[in-house]
């Protein structure tokens, strides 16, 4: 009797098993790593603005050196509202660096500052946050009207800011508003929403 021997070459083919679980773990990665990056892009790219406050203006809401992130989307689909903090570039000009302000007057009020008080349509503005008395009116010593476009903004270091009272600055365009601070992520100590 003889044997034959059944090592060697095979050259017949062999159905593989699909092994479905590691399938579905790969798809459930592939899924997740999709949509981590998708989110990633839609926070860069709406809201991953981050600037620094430059000088003392807005103190002691925001302080220099502070790192702040950028809502660009808000004011796609909204305008600025009184008491925002809004990052813009004065007349539009990219090679400035960011203003970080809070509006004061929205377009068609109007503006005035006498004996060291805001005043927004006649009546004493409403701040959010403690502030001096103004001692250099600037351009608000007279009416201000704002047109249809333009916001008055101010530093919340009154003394110390230069802002819409100034020729300079001026009000501000929604153009040239890139969009609202709304989180402090330096220095940690004070890591939060302004």
Known sequence: MSRRRKSGLNFGKQKRKINVAVVKEVFTWAIEILLAVLLAFTFVYFVGLRTSVVGQSMASTLNGGDEILVNRFIYKVTDP???????????????????????????????????????????????????????????????????????????????????????????????????????RVAPFSDFGFI
């Open 81 to 183: 509202d009184y008491n925002d903090i809004i990052v813009f570039l004065p007349n539009g000009n990219e090679k400035s660096h960011y203003y970080v302000k809070r509006v004061i007057a929205v377009p068609g009020d109007t503006v005035q500052i006498q004996n060291g008080v805001v005043y927004v349509n006649g009546e004493a503005f409403e701040e959010e946050v403690e502030v001096s008395s103004i001692e250099d009116a600037g351009l608000a010593s007279e009416e201000i009207t704002l047109g249809a476009d333009e916001y008055f903004v101010l530093g919340d270091n009154r003394n110390n800011s230069e802002d819409s009272r100034y020729a300079n600055i001026g009000n501000i365009k929604k153009e040239y508003i890139i969009g609202k601070a709304w989180f």
